[in-house]
């Protein structure tokens, strides 16, 4: 079934919509990870969640999942695709905007400013 949105933004988002989705492209965005890597990164995701968000990412074209091993266990590594890397300088600017949004609220912070997704733009 074709998904239909009223918008590019609206499309975007339903890519990368999520708590975790922002995170994992950002360290993806880094080097390609296994598993144990992402969980390590963010220790808070449970490993249905992770293994959720990430099969969507993949679903969606933007992370690729390799498999290799001969026997259980196989060693499964996550990178990001082209498409992948295209979405950079829209995590930057997003990003960037909350930075800026922060400083202007009393009440909220950013704890990690865009690094991580400049360098997904160095990586491409």
Not at 22 to 36: E, K
Not at 41 to 51: D, E, G, M, R, Y
Not at 63 to 76: C, E, H, L, W
Not at 89 to 117: C, K, Y
Request: proline share 4%; with cysteine; hydrophobic share 35%.
């Amino acid at each position: 079934m074709k998904k239909s949105y009223n918008n590019g933004v609206e499309a975007t988002l339903g890519v990368i919509s999520g708590k975790w989705k922002p995170q994992l492209l950002c360290y993806l965005g880094q080097r390609p990870q296994r598993t144990c890597d992402l969980r390590q990164n963010l220790p808070a995701i449970s490993q249905k969640v992770l293994t959720q968000q990430l099969r969507e990412l993949e679903r969606d074209g933007i992370i690729s999942r390799q498999i290799s091993g001969d026997r259980a266990p196989f060693k499964v590594t996550y990178a990001l695709t082209e498409l992948g890397h295209s979405l950079g300088e829209i995590l930057v600017q997003m990003s960037l905007w909350g930075e800026q949004r922060a400083n202007q609220v009393p009440d909220m912070e950013v704890t990690h400013d865009h690094e991580g997704f400049t360098q997904l733009l160095q990586n491409s």
